[in-house]
């Protein structure tokens, strides 16, 4: 069953506005990787966490992973209308090495 | 730049028909998923090699599906019987050990 829970589902903002979207795994993670899809599109790899309690910026984009290696956490600051997508949390399963998808979080923009 | 491969892109086949699909991951990448994306849902891992060996195909239903990877390189995903349920997205990617995975295209399969 699924491993890695994702909420919320959607979210809708207005352009300007913050967003942030959260991940948590039932089991400990090796590592966690966030993804995101465009419509029509296949998901593209932004970023990986390996540490506990890492914390990572890519200009706007602030990706946390939690101390217990079970949560992490994607926040967009001051979104922008090419920010529109589905972000994708993926867990590296510790033992396993399967690598797991939430469900993802649908992010819309109002321009 | 180096991509996976993946072909068809694009499937329609009858109910109880046998389907088929390859993906050619990147160069030197050990790693090769199977995903099944239903639209509007997360990529599900059907099977996840390492070289030619399965590390995880919990989630295939192994009635009906079958993946191999015979030489460790690329890799095939069968249906047969495909059932009108099967109808979605067949992602494969690729990675190195623990790393970013990059993925194809993905085969649009319609069963109908």
């Known amino acids: 069953g699924q491993q890695v829970m994702q909420i919320p589902q959607y979210q809708h903002v207005q352009e300007g506005e913050d967003f942030t979207t959260y991940c948590n795994s039932s089991t400990t993670l090796s590592n966690i990787q966030w993804y995101k899809q465009r419509p029509g599109g296949h998901p593209v790899f932004l970023i990986q966490?390996?540490?506990?309690?890492e914390v990572k910026k890519q200009k706007r984009l602030t990706f946390q992973f939690g101390e217990a290696k079970k949560n992490s956490s994607l926040h967009i600051t001051a979104t922008q209308t090419t920010d529109v997508g589905t972000y994708f949390c993926?867990?590296?399963?510790?033992?396993?090495?399967?690598?797991?998808f939430g469900q993802g979080t649908r992010l819309t923009i109002n321009p | 730049e180096a991509e996976v491969a993946q072909s068809p892109r694009y499937k329609i086949t009858e109910k109880s028909q046998a389907v088929a699909f390859w993906c050619d991951p990147i160069?030197?990448?050990?790693?090769l998923y199977w995903y099944r994306q239903i639209l509007g849902q997360g990529p599900e891992l059907l099977v996840q090699?390492?070289?030619?060996?399965?590390?995880?195909d919990s989630q295939l239903p192994k009635d009906r599906f079958s993946a191999e990877r015979l030489k460790g390189v690329d890799s095939t995903l069968k249906i047969q019987p495909a059932e009108l349920g099967d109808s979605a997205m067949y992602l494969c990617?690729?990675?190195?050990?623990?790393?970013?995975?990059?993925f194809g295209q993905g085969t649009r399969l319609t069963v109908v």
């Open positions: 993926a867990g590296r399963i510790q033992g396993a090495q399967k690598l797991v």
């Open positions: 990617a690729s990675s190195l050990w623990e790393a970013e995975a990059f």
């Open positions: 966490l390996v540490k506990s309690g």
């Open positions: 160069s030197g990448h050990a790693t």
């Open positions: 090699f390492q070289d030619e060996s399965v590390v995880d």
